[in-house]
């Protein structure tokens, strides 16, 4: 299987006032290209700082991370800010939309920033996809929560990335709502082969993904096959 993020003994710590906390210790992974990875754990135990390095929204403090045969460690704030733009969707639990901007024009944003003349076709074609193409030009403080999540997927989901980072994807949402926020990744992922990562507390998610991978006090505890 091909590798399309690898990490080698990555690291994470940061500064705090209680002085330098190590967050991740060491972490080893290869994640297949096409696949569905869930990374579960405890309250703490690194899945989202995970996930932040995958994306290089986080820099390791040790190791090494590559994606797509590129080095992320190595790239400048405005290289790595390029190479997620063209390559990587992320989802985020409290969904990162742009206020003062409508339904459609979040969607949009990115297809503009990466210079694509189409933008705002191809934005309403993916509100259109998760069946919110007549709340285009309703406000995020209009839309509901279940309805942002839906925006926020479209936006990470316009440009085709080929890895899809979710944090939490439904954490904020009631159980239905994220059956329908579910139904959309996994719907996603089939029909355009796009490789994802999520982070989740829910175990009915996680054992839609090809593999979980348990996190506990930044270390993987163990990866196994979701049927397993």
């Not at 405890?42 to 986080?58: A, T, Y």
């Not at 990744?185 to 348990?214: E, I, P, Y």
């Amino acid at each position: 299987m091909t590798s399309i993020l690898s990490l080698k003994d990555a690291a994470l710590a940061l500064d705090s006032n209680a002085g330098r906390v190590e967050i991740l210790h060491g972490i080893t992974l290869e994640v297949h290209k096409g696949e569905t990875l869930a990374l579960v754990g405890p309250s703490g135990s690194g899945k989202s700082s995970l996930l932040m390095l995958m994306g290089g929204l986080e820099r390791a403090t040790g190791g090494q991370i590559t994606a797509l045969d590129q080095n992320l460690s190595a790239m400048s704030e405005d290289a790595l800010a390029r190479f997620r733009r063209a390559n990587m969707g992320v989802v985020f639990q409290n969904f990162h939309l742009i206020p003062t901007m409508t339904a459609l024009e979040n969607v949009a944003t990115p297809l503009e920033l990466a210079g694509h003349r189409d933008a705002m076709e191809r934005a309403r074609a993916e509100l259109d996809a998760v069946g919110l193409g007549h709340r285009g030009d309703h406000y995020p403080s209009q839309l509901s929560g279940g309805e942002q999540q839906r925006v926020a997927l479209a936006r990470a989901s316009a440009p085709s990335p080929q890895i899809l980072l979710a944090d939490e994807p439904t954490g904020n949402l009631d159980q239905s709502t994220g059956e329908i926020i579910m139904d959309l990744l996994f719907d996603m992922h089939a029909k355009r082969g796009t490789t994802l990562v999520l982070v989740t507390h829910s175990n009915a998610l996680a054992q839609r993904c090809s593999r979980v991978v348990r996190l506990r006090d930044g270390l993987i505890a163990d990866a196994t096959d979701a049927a397993a």
